[in-house]
């Protein structure tokens, strides 16, 4: 069973940067492609970004293209999401998902069989 532990939220004023990190246990991380989403209150989960398990593809909504970098370290079982230039609509709670075996990454929430806990970002203005 693969667990995923977020972490790397809190509060930030917009303008400012945060890095969220996705730490992965019980699986091959190497060979699940992997993907942020977030969940505003009263909104349903959306996707964020998006990286294969190669690092050869990634995918970003429109929202967030030019501010947000997702990456992965493999040998670390980590993805990462570096975010830039918040702004107050970017406050959510973001989740990591994984996928399975030799996957690119999806845009769907259905794609993705697990799921972390999810971490709060905050961005103040």
């Known amino acids: 069973q693969v667990q995923l532990v977020e972490s790397g939220g809190g509060l930030v004023q917009t303008g400012g940067s945060l890095r969220l990190s996705c730490a992965a246990s019980?699986?091959?991380?190497?060979?699940?492609?992997m993907g942020w989403f977030r969940q505003a209150p009263g909104k349903e989960r959306g996707f964020v970004a998006g990286?294969?398990?190669?690092?050869?593809?990634?995918g970003y909504a429109d929202s967030v293209k030019g501010r947000f970098t997702i990456s992965r370290d493999n040998a670390k079982n980590t993805v990462y999401l570096q975010m830039n230039n918040l702004k107050p609509e970017d406050t959510a709670v973001y989740y990591c998902?994984?996928?399975?075996?030799?996957?690119?990454?999806?845009?769907?929430?259905?794609?993705?069989?697990?799921w972390g806990q999810g971490t709060q970002v905050t961005v103040s203005s």
């Open positions: 998902a994984a996928r399975r075996f030799g996957s690119t990454w999806s845009s769907s929430l259905a794609a993705y069989p697990y």
């Open positions: 019980g699986g091959t991380f190497s060979t699940y492609g």
């Open positions: 990286v294969s398990w190669r690092s050869d593809s990634t």
